[in-house]
């Protein structure tokens, strides 16, 4: 019996690894309940499952790790707040399932200095395909990771004929229905960029090893490309609840968690290059990763900036990334965080920093 603290419950990672343990009560036993500010939400799914301990907010939540023995702790948060209980729940050595992928981003080496090896267990379905891939071989066979990319609702068109997508037009997402920011993300690319530098932290593989395909019908969730030239891919519909179940027993898989492809039936899977002039997200993202301390903060709290400000109208799709570039650019000329130690203090100022920084440039737009 795992004892599990969920983390951003109320949310839709949250609500499917509770459908996942209510399906599996002989196998896991949830201890831990948080949520932003939904207290009656929390409240309903603490009676549901008979948790005593539940808590609001990040701070509430790392304090939560900290009091409740666990065995694993899904953090489905949202947003780079959730920095906080991914490093508390690291402190604490047991098994970090990891859903809020920006934790680990703006976090960087902050995070993984204090990782035992194999403790966090990626839940972003690119990441839990590439893990399941690499038990096919050892780390120096590893020649490329590949992650897939639906393309989201624009896939195929010009940087030109972007210039005037609405936000209604940015949210039709064709595979996932995902919150406001992270929809949007889908659609820049900007969410795949992220990934790249998410899969970079969990896996230690060089950014030039690491790569987007575009693959519209997302069955293929990512692959591994190995020295010898095969290349493992893990295939299955798309469903959050396979990664998410893996993500609290790894490496042991449960049963019946998801439906598997339908063989009987003909299907076609394409994969396309990534237009980088249309989508130049991911060389963005290549390069803030590299650059590393708190460019990667810099880059997530200026494109969610930017992200409001499209949604509110101020500013039209293509400035989300232009106004990204530009806070990047200037952060680098800046210099003024160079050499400064990353703790939590430090990235939620370079967080304010980038804040301050896409609005100026938001307001010019006027």
Do not use: C
């Not at 639906?150 to 919150?179: I, Q």
């Not at 969990?202 to 997302?218: A, G, K, M, N, R």
């Not at 299955?236 to 990664?243: A, G, H």
């Amino acid at each position: 019996m795992r004892r599990v603290i969920v983390l951003g419950s109320t949310g839709s990672i949250g609500v499917q690894a509770l459908e996942v343990i209510a399906a599996n009560r002989d196998r896991f036993q949830v201890v831990g309940l948080s949520a932003g500010s939904n207290r009656s939400a929390v409240a309903a799914q603490a009676a549901a499952f008979g948790v005593e301990h539940t808590a609001l907010g990040a701070d509430e939540s790392a304090q939560l790790v900290r009091t409740v023995e666990s065995d694993v702790v899904l953090n489905g948060i949202t947003g780079s707040v959730g920095l906080g209980p991914t490093l508390a729940t690291l402190e604490t050595g047991v098994t970090l399932a990891l859903a809020n992928k920006e934790s680990l981003i703006v976090g960087g080496e902050l995070v993984t200095a204090r990782a035992r090896p194999g403790q966090i267990v990626p839940v972003d379905s690119e990441h839990s395909a590439i893990a399941q891939a690499l038990s096919a071989g050892s780390a120096s066979e590893v020649r490329r990771l590949v992650l897939t990319a639906s393309g989201g609702p624009f896939r195929g068109r010009s940087r030109e004929s972007l210039r005037d997508v609405t936000p209604r037009e940015a949210l039709a997402h064709p595979t996932w229905n995902m919150g406001l920011v992270v929809t949007t993300n889908s659609s820049t690319l900007v969410n795949k960029g992220l990934e790249v530098i998410e899969a970079h932290l969990l896996f230690t593989v060089p950014y030039d090893q690491i790569e987007v395909t575009v693959h519209p019908q997302s069955i293929v969730h990512s692959m591994v490309e190995f020295v010898d030239g095969s290349t493992i891919a893990q295939a299955s519909p798309p469903d959050m609840r396979l990664p998410i179940s893996l993500g609290l027993d790894w490496p042991n898989r449960v049963a019946g968690v998801g439906v598997p492809l339908d063989w009987t039936h003909t299907q076609a899977w394409t994969f396309e290059p990534l237009d980088e002039v249309a989508f130049p997200a991911v060389r963005l993202a290549k390069r803030v990763g590299a650059a590393g301390g708190s460019f990667p903060a810099v880059f997530n709290a200026a494109n969610e900036q930017a992200v409001l400000a499209f949604h509110a109208e101020r500013i039209g799709y293509l400035d989300i990334l232009d106004t990204v570039e530009a806070v990047v650019d200037a952060h680098d000329a800046a210099g003024s965080f160079l050499g400064q130690e990353l703790t939590l203090d430090t990235v939620y100022e370079a967080e304010r920093w980038a804040r301050r920084a896409a609005d100026r440039i938001i307001a010019a737009h006027r």
